[in-house]
């Protein structure tokens, strides 16, 4: 696919960022055994990335906004364009030394996600949308949601909340709904990631709670692109803000998303 000079930036940003994360990567096993553990390493390392992307797409769209994981938000002269990134989504993977993480760059425009990176380097995957161009892996191979149209045989994916974490309660009870009527479900700790294999047929849906705009702008757009639906868990919300998602294709979508939603909550 031929993208536009502003996926071309966003590529080019993730493709360097990805250079010095993979770097950082093999050391982290080496840390691993130190007493102060590799906690703070990490925390530079997404630093250091966040800083390399920062700069490829501020010197190449100086007016743009900037929204960073990391802290870092600019407000652009131009005000309807926001790049919107997560430099290192799966950090607690990335500092076990796990290789499934990923970097996502997004690119919002009067309040809508019009382009969308979602980059693996341990496996070497750039996942790619744009707004009415569809979605697509690496150079040429184009994103499809999964066409599984019976509940029992999907796989599902989310996150599970650690420890005293606000939305575990609710995660546990959809997880006892949702298990015995589908395939599987899949906690694999990158949101980004979720969203990417949802566009590309590997998962049939996802959904969590607890989420912000850098964890999934660039998926919402990946599903989208790729044929899927994309919505919040609950009627008045917004993704962005409000952090919850659900996304699946069209065929399962009611019964997914029906299942996830009858809380009463």
Request: charged fraction near 25%; proline fraction near 4%.
């Amino acid at each position: 696919m031929q993208g536009s000079a502003n996926l071309n930036v966003m590529i080019k940003a993730a493709r360097k960022a990805a250079r010095s994360l993979v770097k950082d990567f093999r050391e982290v096993e080496n840390l691993q055994v130190s007493s102060k553990g590799p906690g703070d390493f990490v925390s530079r390392a997404d630093r250091a990335a966040e800083e390399i992307i920062r700069t490829e797409l501020m010197e190449a769209r100086p007016n743009y906004g900037f929204l960073g994981e990391e802290g870092t938000e600019i407000e652009g002269k131009d005000p309807t364009r926001r790049w919107i990134v997560d430099p290192l989504d799966g950090t607690t993977n990335f500092l076990h030394g796990m290789p499934h993480w990923a970097i996502s760059i997004a690119l919002e425009h009067k309040g809508e996600i019009v382009a969308g990176v979602v980059y693996d380097p341990a496996k070497d995957e750039m996942f790619y949308a744009e707004k009415g161009a569809g979605a697509w892996l690496n150079d040429s191979q184009r994103l499809r949601v999964s066409g599984r149209n019976r509940m029992i045989e999907c796989i599902f994916a989310t996150g599970v909340p650690f420890g005293g974490a606000k939305y575990l309660p609710a995660t546990l009870q959809d997880l006892a709904r949702l298990m015995p009527a589908c395939a599987g479900v899949r906690r694999w700790g990158s949101a980004a990631l979720d969203l990417a294999y949802v566009a590309a047929g590997r998962y049939d849906g996802y959904w969590e709670r607890g989420l912000n705009a850098w964890d999934v702008a660039a998926g919402i757009l990946l599903v989208k692109e790729a044929g899927g639906l994309v919505q919040p868990i609950r009627d008045g919300q917004e993704i962005l803000t409000d952090g919850q998602v659900i996304a699946a294709s069209e065929p399962i979508f009611d019964g997914f998303s029906g299942i996830i939603r009858d809380r009463g909550a």
